[in-house]
Structure formats: structure tokens, C-alpha cells
């Protein structure tokens, strides 16, 4: 996961937040009116401000191995548009409070299994349901300092409150889904990459590629996180 930072939102948006018909409805029946075309087009805005990519997994949006007749993109809430204290805070048409998210593995088969699907097979907001997170916030990078990786593939984070919302809230190490075996790859083609260079110009080159992950736009690499871990990490040891 990594920062998020949002743009303008569509101004098709901001009426429909105050258009006076939506007053005295509930944040799930506001939700109800963002109708196509303006919600592709809120969908298209959210895209382009994470890169293409599901904002927690960091996996490509939408994906290439979602079912048919399953959305490929929707939109999340960060704070839930019906939170379980019931409060109103206008987080249903908030565009601050909107991000584009994958399939949560809904209705993926099990690779090498037959049994029945559970919770526990579904990832990112489809795991999440309708709870709120204990800190992690893609938009506040304060609480990404400390996610980290390991080398096959985990997400993981030694604040444990920003443990618990990336590996128990968003399930993104779901031993059923393919997060785990693609953002391993995607790592490995990275250290063949680095393992090519000579020694004396390791450092200048990691640096190099670090700012360019860094400073991506739309599109972004997918799981970049774990290619911005491992090069800050190799940065360190080099220094």
C-alpha cells in the first residue's frame, strides 16, 4: 500500500452532494443516487489518481481473472457509508472518502481445492465488509511508514494496529487469492534486474529506480509497494 494523493473531485459530484432533493436521506440511500454516466466517471477520477491500481492490494484494476458477471472496479468507502454507530458524516458522496478497489477475489475458484468458499477466501474491502480501520489510511502516509515485506511475497507491519487493518481487516496475505505468489514475482524480477548491475554502480542505480516507482503517475507498476520496500531497504544496506 502507498500514499494516495487525491485530486479535484468530479463537479458533477459535488451537486449531486447538494442537490437539496438528497436531504434527510440516508447515506446509503445518497450513495444510491451516484448513477451512471457520473459514477463511471467518479470510477475514472479514482482510477487515475492510484494508477490503475486496487488501492489496498496494489494488484491491477480491473483484474484479468475476475468471474463474468463480477465487477471488475468498485468504489469504497473508507469510513463506511452505513458505520455500525450509525453516524452521519456525509462519507457517502465525500469524493475525500471514495477509492477504486479490485474484486476482492469474490467468487474466485480455489486453486488445488474443492470446498466451500469463506470469508476468509476474500480480500481487500469484500473482506473488510462494513467495519472501520483501526489506523492504516492510504491517504495519511503517517501510517504506512511502518508496512513492510518480506521476500516471498507477505505484507506485514510493526505497528500492530496497521497489522491488524492489512493482514486481518483486508485479508492481503489470503492464502486462496494470488496477491502473495504476484507480488513475489513482480520482487524477483526486480532482484534479477539489480543482480545484473556491477557493485560499484549498485547504489546510484537503485536510487534511480526508487525515484522513478516513487514518482509514477498513471499508470502505476502494480504492487509497487513491495518494489519501494525492497529498493529503500537495499539503499540502506548499501550505504
Known amino acids: 500500500m502507498i500514499e494516495i494523493k487525491k485530486g479535484a473531485e468530479p463537479d458533477g459530484l459535488k451537486k449531486l452532494r447538494e442537490d437539496p432533493m438528497l436531504k434527510g436521506f440516508s447515506p446509503k440511500e445518497m450513495f444510491a443516487e451516484l448513477k451512471n454516466p457520473l459514477k463511471e466517471e467518479v470510477i475514472k477520477s479514482l482510477r487515475r489518481e492510484q494508477g490503475q491500481l486496487c488501492v489496498y492490494c496494489m494488484g491491477r484494476i480491473p483484474r484479468e481473472d475476475k468471474d463474468p458477471g463480477i465487477a471488475g472496479i468498485t468504489i469504497e468507502h473508507y469510513i463506511p457509508v452505513e458505520p455500525k454507530d450509525g453516524r452521519d458524516v456525509g462519507q457517502a458522496l465525500d469524493y475525500?472518502?471514495?477509492f477504486a478497489v479490485c474484486?476482492?477475489?469474490?467468487?474466485?475458484?480455489?486453486?488445488?481445492?474443492?470446498?466451500?468458499?469463506?470469508?476468509?477466501?476474500?480480500?481487500?474491502d469484500k473482506h473488510r465488509e462494513n467495519t472501520e480501520f483501526r489506523k492504516v489510511d492510504p491517504c495519511n502516509k503517517e501510517t504506512l511508514e511502518t508496512i513492510y515485506y518480506t521476500l516471498d511475497g507477505?505484507?506485514?507491519?510493526?505497528?500492530?494496529?496497521v497489522q491488524f487493518d492489512l493482514v486481518h481487516k483486508l485479508n492481503l496475505n489470503c492464502a486462496s487469492a494470488p496477491l502473495i505468489e504476484e507480488r513475489k514475482?513482480?520482487?524477483?524480477?526486480?532482484?534479477?534486474?539489480?543482480?545484473k548491475v556491477d557493485a560499484d554502480q549498485l547504489h546510484s542505480y537503485c536510487w534511480q529506480l526508487l525515484r522513478g516507482f516513487m514518482d509514477e503517475g498513471d499508470p502505476k507498476?502494480?504492487?509497487?509497494?513491495i518494489l519501494i520496500w525492497y529498493l529503500q531497504t537495499m539503499i540502506r544496506a548499501l550505504a
Open 96 to 98: 475525500h472518502n471514495l
Open 185 to 195: 514475482s513482480v520482487l524477483d524480477a526486480l532482484i534479477d534486474e539489480i543482480g
Open 221 to 225: 507498476t502494480p504492487y509497487v509497494g
Open 154 to 161: 507477505r505484507i506485514d507491519a510493526s505497528d500492530p494496529d
Open 103 to 124: 474484486h476482492g477475489n469474490v467468487k474466485r475458484r480455489v486453486r488445488g481445492a474443492r470446498r466451500v468458499r469463506t470469508k476468509e477466501d476474500l480480500t481487500c
